[in-house]
């Protein structure tokens, strides 16, 4: 088994970053100093560094690429970097399943699926964490009938916390696989995911200004009428920048190369970081920013693999809450949004982002049993709060909304069993799989209670 003290290589982009033993998460608002740090190269590897720690009686956390802004991956105890649990075990095109080992990046998941001319179904807006990562903390992106990344999984293999190593499916070990499949880390380490897959596509991307009143107004008719639909409101102007994103036959037409680079590299990152920069040090600034970068996304459409749609680089730093709330909610929480940013001295640089899905059965999924809309406010890294999230969240749970569980919120167990029907159903598989909490941490014992 490979054990470090923690590597002494700085955070880079889409990864996490270790110094001197410690660990920070990609936007740097999250640290903690592990007694050790393990990469095991094999599931028998990671069930011994499981053993040892219960031996030492330690904790242990699994950590994927950082992406996470609330402590879900803090620890004190045993630190599981799953750098080299990346191996593809099986590629199946009969049954459509493709199943890989914890610690491969999705953006290395989706270039294999695609040489092999498969696909997911549905992917976030990045693609740089671990296949475990995403799936733990419900990673999802925006869709009318598909889900969130969690929801696509078929099969899992866990250690437990006697190092057992367990497989769970819908017909084996059924509660487990119920469980597991959003564990956020409570019920033991995943060491593989098997995923469905079907045949590779392309999608067709219309993106479009539009006011905001005009895109909330129609907001309905946008997300039924699309596969994937999606907007960012600009605060302190009435712009909207919306993506609409549909299969297509082909053939395929992606952006020419300068205009790919000039519009999501160096104006979507590069300027777009400089912007933000300067709105930190000149709050006033903002608005006049805001107004400029929201006339600056012009229309353009295009067709690419789905992946390539699917995703974009996110390279500006940021802090992010964001909530869940049911669909028929959606534009009412917008609107008091808005209405509460006018009203208020914040200068905000950056976009509110709107996302939708369908409801699934994954038990902690912010999309359990109904259809959901994604409200996500960010902040420039660095940039004082303010009131602002604080603000935010106060109407995004008068609205019965559900945080995401990797973002930032202040939600505990007691308000968390009101809006999940299945918490308690998890709390108590929790107890049996792991009764002395060998998983847990500051942040499980706020949200699950214990």
Known sequence: MSTTSGSTNPASPGRSGAQDGGWSNWAGNQTARPRRTVAPANVGELAEAIRGAAEDGLPVKAVGSGHSFTAIAATDGVLVRPDRLTAVREIDHKGGTVTVESGLPLEKLNVLLEHAGLALTNMGDIMVQTVAGATSTGTHGTGRTSGSTAAQIKALEIVLADGTVTTCSPTENAELFAGARLGLGALGVVSAITFGVEPAFRLTAHEQPMSFDHVVGRFDELATENEHFEFYWFP???????????????????????????????????????????????????????????????????????????????????????????????????????????????KISFPVEVRVAPADDVWLSTASERDTAYIAVHLFRGTANQGYFTEVEKIMTAHQGRPHWGKLHTRDAEYLAGVYPHLGEFTALRDKVDPERRFGNDYLRRVLGS
């Open 236 to 346: 302190h102007t009435e712009g909207c920048s919306t993506k609409r994103n549909n299969r297509s036959e082909g053939p395929a037409a992606p952006l020419p190369p300068f205009r790919k680079w000039l519009d999501d590299e160096f104006l979507s990152n590069t300027v777009w970081e400089g912007a933000c920069r300067i709105g930190r040090r000149l709050p006033g600034a903002i608005p006049g920013i805001a107004k400029i970068a929201s006339k600056a996304w012009s229309e353009r459409t295009y067709t690419d693999v789905s992946y390539k749609v699917f995703t974009s680089p996110r390279r500006v730093r940021f802090v992010e809450m964001e909530y869940a709330v049911p669909r028929e909610a959606a534009t009412t929480v917008l609107r008091e949004l808005k209405a509460l940013v006018e009203r208020s001295d914040w």
